[in-house]
């Protein structure tokens, strides 16, 4: 089963609010997971591009009562902020301030950089991460995986970070060309963590 979640964009809101939203949406799906028929014992969170930062942001604010997810996975996300505003290319920097102006809201850009970033550890130790980044990417550098998963590793999380050498953002949708078979080896390394952290796992070994 897999479940959407949606978020309200920018300029409209900034990123705590969409925050909220991921919240309010977790909140719902355990809610109603009995009427839905799902399983809210076995379950991960995922999210690509700025849903990755959102994804990790969630985990590290994460509503205390509900049940912890059985893994983490987070797709070429921009973790990093501070370090993504140092790029070296002008072009890329004008992108940076765009983006950061949009979604600031007001806020001194320092004092959003130090709330928003996700390079943060997480609450658990014990919730697999799976971390994945096309290592051409000129939109969020493949470097922030690298940092993130340093990070989480140095407070004692089982993290896999797997890079994709020659391709860039958004390569699992890639149709054909070398893409393509980055992209079948992406759906095979994501189908293979669920089966093995979330799937697989039976009650007694959830205790």
């Given at each position: 089963?897999?479940?959407?979640?949606?978020?309200r964009?920018?300029?409209?809101?900034?990123l705590?609010?969409?925050l909220?939203?991921?919240?309010?949406?977790?909140?719902?799906?355990?809610?109603k997971?009995?009427?839905?028929?799902?399983?809210?014992?076995?379950y991960?969170?995922?999210?690509?591009?700025?849903?990755?930062?959102?994804?990790l942001?969630?985990?590290?604010?994460?509503?205390?009562?509900?049940?912890?997810?059985?893994?983490?996975?987070?797709?070429?996300?921009?973790?990093d902020?501070?370090s993504?505003?140092?790029?070296r290319?002008l072009?890329?920097?004008?992108?940076?301030?765009?983006?950061?102006?949009?979604?600031r809201?007001?806020?001194?850009?320092?004092?959003?950089?130090?709330?928003?970033?996700?390079?943060?550890e997480?609450?658990?130790?014990?919730?697999?991460?799976?971390?994945?980044?096309?290592?051409?990417?000129?939109?969020?550098?493949?470097?922030?995986?690298h940092?993130?998963a340093?990070?989480?590793?140095?407070?004692?999380?089982?993290?896999?970070?797997?890079?994709?050498?020659?391709?860039g953002?958004?390569?699992n949708?890639?149709?054909?060309g070398k893409?393509?078979?980055?992209?079948?080896?992406?759906y095979k390394?994501?189908?293979?963590?669920f089966q093995k952290?979330?799937?697989?796992?039976?009650?007694?070994a959830?205790?």
């Amino acid at each position: 089963a897999v479940v959407s979640a949606g978020y309200r964009l920018a300029p409209g809101v900034g990123l705590a609010e969409q925050l909220d939203d991921l919240q309010s949406a977790l909140e719902l799906v355990h809610a109603k997971a009995s009427e839905w028929g799902l399983d809210e014992k076995h379950y991960a969170l995922s999210g690509e591009s700025a849903g990755g930062h959102l994804t990790l942001r969630l985990a590290q604010e994460f509503p205390a009562d509900i049940r912890k997810p059985r893994a983490l996975i987070g797709i070429y996300g921009l973790y990093d902020i501070e370090s993504w505003r140092q790029v070296r290319s002008l072009r890329r920097r004008a992108v940076v301030r765009l983006f950061l102006n949009t979604v600031r809201k007001g806020d001194p850009t320092e004092h959003f950089i130090a709330r928003h970033h996700a390079h943060r550890e997480l609450p658990w130790r014990d919730v697999p991460v799976l971390l994945l980044h096309g290592e051409a990417d000129g939109l969020a550098p493949v470097a922030q995986s690298h940092k993130l998963a340093k990070l989480l590793r140095g407070q004692g999380v089982r993290v896999t970070l797997k890079t994709f050498p020659g391709v860039g953002h958004a390569f699992n949708y890639s149709p054909r060309g070398k893409g393509r078979r980055q992209a079948a080896e992406f759906y095979k390394t994501v189908f293979g963590f669920f089966q093995k952290h979330v799937a697989a796992q039976t009650e007694g070994a959830a205790a």
